[in-house]
């Protein structure tokens, strides 16, 4: 069921998104070659301790694994697009290694969901590129997502602009509804029709997470439940908000400093 959130679980919504984008701006300023991920799981753990909230992603269960997610930061490294479990086998980061970040956070029981990738050291252009150009379809499904269009036309959005440009459109994963938990309806694929879809109304807040690869779209489901890779073993790069639909320009409750 689609949920429309109140004035009061909104002001809670910026708070919790602001205190996310702290932690992952923490995160990410310790990307650098020779760290581990479980190391940054530890330092976002601290954070979120030190802003008084809970990790939203620690424990969880959705519906499709058997065992509860066991971190607190999803850390998704060169080929994984998503839920890469740092403190399971952790890895040691490497000079050019792409480095997906992805946290939630829960303020007052308001849940809100946020992702980067960042690269570690310079990195080469082809990966600068495909960094740049997901930030890029993040943008461009923001701009979409006003009261009165639709999950299609953010879709379409985000499709129309990685298309011509030759990267693999993730589209076994998805944005979602989020705020009185980590996933709620409706689903938002990154690919769609304008007009089609659920319609966007004010009050919804929704996450919405392009996932563009360097090579094919088509990925692999891990049997952990939760890791997500490249079918063909090429870089993948993520990037996230969460938002509240507004009568104008919706309000990116997890935007970063300097974003």
């Known amino acids: 069921m689609i949920t429309i959130k109140t004035p009061e679980d909104i002001e809670n919504l910026k708070i919790s998104g602001k205190h996310l984008a702290e932690v992952l701006s923490y995160a990410a300023a310790h990307v650098k070659a020779g760290v581990s991920t479980d190391t940054l799981n530890d330092l976002a753990e601290q954070k979120i301790e030190e802003l008084g909230g809970r990790a939203a992603f620690l424990g969880y269960k959705p519906d499709w694994a058997r065992m509860k997610y066991p971190a607190s930061l999803c850390v998704s490294v060169n080929d994984v697009v998503v839920h890469g479990i740092p403190n399971v086998n952790p890895i040691i980061l490497q000079e050019g290694d792409t480095v997906g970040l ?41 701009a979409a997502a006003r009261a009165g269009n639709t999950t299609g036309d953010i ?40 007009g089609k879809g659920e319609k966007l109304e004010v009050g919804m807040v929704i996450a919405l997470e392009p996932m563009l690869n360097m090579g094919t779209g088509d990925v692999d489901f891990h049997d952990d439940d939760f890791t997500v890779t490249t079918a063909d073993g090429e870089k993948s790069a993520h990037f996230e908000h969460t938002l509240v639909i507004t009568d104008g320009d919706p309000v990116v409750v997890t935007r970063r400093e300097g974003e």
């Open 102 to 142: 992805d946290a939630g956070y829960v303020h007052e029981g308001m849940f809100t969901d946020s992702a980067l990738t960042v690269i570690v050291g310079e990195g080469d252009g082809k990966t600068k590129a495909l960094v740049e150009a997901t930030k890029e379809a993040l943008k461009r499904a923001i």
């Open 155 to 194: 879709g379409h959005a985000v499709e129309s602009f990685v298309k011509p440009l030759g990267y693999g459109l993730v589209r076994e994963l998805a944005g979602h509804g989020v705020g009185y938990e980590v996933h709620e309806e409706p689903t938002i694929p990154n690919y769609g029709k304008p």
